[in-house]
């Protein structure tokens, strides 16, 4: 490998926090300070560089670092070739079409011709022409919103989290374009030693990703209610069932989701199950 694997992470903003958790909870090193720009991961012999998140997908395909988290509408508006290797699962919106409510045009056919206010042109444009529909794309950084009350144009496409901003402003979703969330990507034709480190990093994240929402529940169970206590399980796979030195009883593992464990600890213990305990899962590779 001619130079180490660089990693570019968001240095501010909402995906920045996000970033920086998953990637020190997946065995990285690092102080987020909020000024440093750099930092080297001993561990992964990794560099990793802290930039605006929407400048993170060029810098990939030009070369300068080998993998990036950005939002996935940032890797679209770039339009390089990228390889989406992890979707995280934080930073979720969705990239939308919107008229002022009550106003003509209404619907999406009615904006051919129009002029569409947005941060996103590039994608904004593909996806109106993959329609058949031509509009002019206002390109705008911040408070697109605004854009249809300066008559600077009659609709915007913009990026949408709850969707109370639009309605603050009067506007009335009526397309989406895309749905977003922060991506792990990977620049295409890495070397095999940099394509080794981007799949191992893919396989960590991901383990990590899989992990949060499950839980290692561990439990013993008398012989005689074995079976009825182990079809309670919705685990991610078949239980493990060990013996125990005290006869006449078994240790039963699975992991099952977070969200379950609540709901299961009463109908166990009423099926028999002792010494129940759920433990966090740091990492997870079915």
């Known amino acids: 490998m001619s130079r180490r694997f660089r990693l570019a992470l968001p240095s501010k903003g909402r995906l920045h926090e996000p970033a920086l958790d998953l990637v020190r909870a ?22 990793v560089l802290f930039a605006r998140a929407e400048d993170m997908p060029a810098w990939a395909v030009d070369g ?3 993998a990036a988290v950005a939002g996935r509408d940032q890797v679209a508006e770039g ?33 051919d011709g129009r002029r569409v206010a947005t941060s996103h042109p590039r994608v904004t444009a593909e996806f109106f022409a993959g329609r058949g529909m031509r509009v002019e794309t206002v390109a705008v950084r911040g408070s697109v919103e605004l854009a249809p009350r300066l008559d600077a144009a009659e609709a915007v ?28 990507v990977a620049r295409r034709g890495l070397e095999p030693a940099q394509q080794r480190v981007a799949d191992e990093l ?10 949060r929402s ?6 013993n169970a008398p012989d005689g209610s074995l079976d009825q206590i182990v079809g309670l399980l919705p685990g991610l796979d ?9 006869p006449g009883w078994h240790s039963v593992h699975a992991v099952v989701e ?10 166990l213990r009423a099926a028999g199950a002792r010494s129940l305990l759920v433990l966090p899962i740091h990492h997870l590779i079915p």
């Open 79 to 111: 339009g390089g070739a990228l390889d989406e290797l992890v979707a995280l699962g934080f930073g979720r919106c969705s990239l939308q079409v919107a008229v002022p409510n009550g106003a003509a045009p209404a619907v999406l056919a009615d904006l």
């Open 157 to 184: 496409c913009d990026l949408v989290q709850s969707g109370e901003t639009l309605r603050q402003n009067g506007l009335l979703p009526i397309a989406t374009v895309l749905e977003s969330e922060a991506v792990l």
């Open 202 to 211: 893919a396989t960590v994240v991901r383990s990590v990703i899989d992990a």
């Open 64 to 66: 300068a670092v080998e």
């Open 26 to 47: 997946a065995g990285f090193e690092l102080e987020g300070n909020g000024r440093a720009l750099y930092a080297h991961c001993s561990q992964w012999d990794v560099e």
């Open 258 to 267: 977070q969200r379950q464990v609540m709901e299961l600890l009463e109908p």
């Open 214 to 219: 499950r839980r290692y529940l561990m439990l």
């Open 238 to 246: 078949s239980p493990t069932v060990l013996p125990l030195a005290r």
